[in-house]
C-alpha cells in the first residue's frame, strides 16, 4: 500500500517560513514527478510546484521567487520551502507524486491527505 504523508504545515504570520514535507512509503518501484497542490476555501485546487526524478522544477507564477521545491530520492521524500508568506497562501497544500508500485508497469498518481497552511497575523 503506498501513501504519502505530508507535515510541516501550520499558523505562520505574514511575511514568515514554513517548510512542508512528504514522504511516500510502501512497496515502490520509483518515483517520477513529485508536485504539490493547494486549495483555498471555494477555489479550485491548484499547482503550486512540481519536481521531476532528474531535479527540473515548475513553478506557478504566484510563487515564483518565494517558493523553493526539492527532493531527496534516497528518502522518497519532496519538501516545499515557503518565505515570504501571504495571507492569500493559507490553503490547504497538498503533496502529488507519480509512483510505480511493486508489481505495476507504469505510474500511478498518489495523493497525500493535505495540510493546512494559515498565513494571518
Known amino acids: 500500500q503506498v501513501q504519502l504523508v505530508e507535515s510541516g504545515g501550520g499558523l505562520v504570520q505574514p511575511g514568515g517560513s514554513l517548510r512542508l514535507s512528504c514522504a511516500a512509503s510502501g512497496s515502490i518501484i520509483s518515483i517520477n514527478t513529485m508536485g504539490w497542490y493547494r486549495q483555498a476555501p471555494g477555489k479550485q485546487r491548484e499547482l503550486v510546484a512540481a519536481i521531476t526524478r532528474s531535479g527540473s522544477t515548475t513553478y506557478a507564477n504566484s510563487m515564483k521567487g518565494r517558493f523553493a521545491i526539492s527532493r531527496d530520492n534516497a528518502k522518497n521524500t519532496v519538501y516545499l520551502q515557503m518565505n515570504s508568506l501571504k495571507p492569500e497562501d493559507t490553503a490547504v497544500y497538498y503533496c502529488?507524486?507519480?509512483?510505480?508500485?511493486?508489481?505495476?508497469?507504469?505510474?500511478?498518481?498518489?495523493w497525500g491527505q493535505g495540510t493546512q497552511v494559515t498565513v494571518s497575523s
Open positions: 502529488n507524486a507519480d509512483i510505480i508500485p511493486n508489481g505495476a508497469f507504469w505510474p500511478t498518481g498518489y
